[in-house]
């Protein structure tokens, strides 16, 4: 086995291609200078607003009536990845909702995610292969925290498959242990977080289909300047008030995670900040990354 398949087979894909001609050159954004030098992991004071996830819960139901007058989608397919240490059973109220939205979602069906365990990726590979195979058309990718870097992996391998990509809270750039999740991730997965440039940058680089980035500034498991996607046409970052583990059941976030299904792939527009919306969404463009706030 080469190098290059054993760094797949710890969950990290080979360089993207792009969707349109397989083989063809993606697009790379620049790399930063010293991208995680100085970027903390959230403090004490995120980490116990994370307490706020039931609350978003309640919000979601009380925003039913809102989120059901969203136009339906297409129907097509939808792969849904959950967050580390989490299963099928968190992303529960995301997938009802794209069910309710006329979407097809599909659940990852490999019970708990404790990091990309062998056989994880190749799973992961299988399903969107099958999915897509089954309906014909491409599969939109939404991963939740750590789900959202198999996601973005999984369509830079896959470019021919993938129509979109969308991440809730997800830490795909700066370096890993700039979250509160580093050492469990360590001892769930059975591997060691460590320094290694050339990994940090492929997995900043963003596939070559059209990729959304939604985060909080008051995450408190991930650093919100880790999951800024690198400036590109087919690429994006919307803000959100929204706890980590609350994210996928934020009302705020459905809505855009339905904004962002309903873009036709061959006509792409970035998510829209007029209007109503300016009072409740920012969208943030790439910046030199800095430490967190929070105490």
């Not at 934020?250 to 309903?262: E, F, G, I, S």
Request: charged share 15%.
């Amino acid at each position: 086995m080469t190098d290059s398949s054993r760094r797949r087979a710890r969950g990290f894909a080979a360089a993207p291609h792009s969707p349109q001609s397989p083989g063809a050159t993606p697009y790379v954004s620049p790399v930063p200078q010293h991208p995680h030098a100085d970027l903390a992991a959230p403090g004490t004071w995120l980490m116990m607003l994370e307490a706020r996830a039931p609350w978003e819960y309640a919000a979601m139901l009380a925003a039913s009536p809102w989120l059901n007058k969203l136009p339906m989608g297409d129907g097509h397919p939808v792969v849904v990845f959950p967050g580390l240490g989490a299963s099928d059973f968190t992303t529960v109220p995301l997938r009802n909702f794209l069910l309710s939205r006329g979407y097809t979602p599909y659940p990852w069906q490999q019970g708990f995610n404790f990091g990309p365990k062998s056989g994880v990726l190749d799973r992961c590979r299988e399903q969107v292969l099958q999915v897509a195979t089954r309906h014909r058309q491409r599969v939109s990718l939404i991963g939740w925290s750590l789900g959202g870097i198999y996601a973005r992996e999984i369509a830079k391998e896959q470019p021919e498959h993938a129509r979109c990509v969308i991440t809730l809270g997800t830490p795909f750039t700066g370096h890993p242990r700039a979250t509160n999740a580093w050492r469990f991730y360590e001892m769930v997965s059975g591997q060691t977080v460590h320094d290694d440039a050339a990994l940090i940058e492929q997995i900043r680089q963003a596939p070559a289909c059209p990729t959304t980035s939604i985060y909080s500034k008051t995450d408190g498991i991930v650093a919100w300047p880790c999951s800024i996607n690198p400036k590109a046409p087919h690429t994006e970052n919307i803000e959100v008030h929204a706890s980590h583990i609350g994210m996928g059941m934020n009302p705020l976030a459905l809505y855009a995670v339905a904004d962002r299904l309903a873009q036709d792939p061959h006509d792409w527009q970035r998510f829209d900040v007029k209007g109503a919306r300016r009072w409740f969404y920012k969208v943030t463009h790439p910046a030199p990354l800095h430490a967190a706030t929070g105490p």
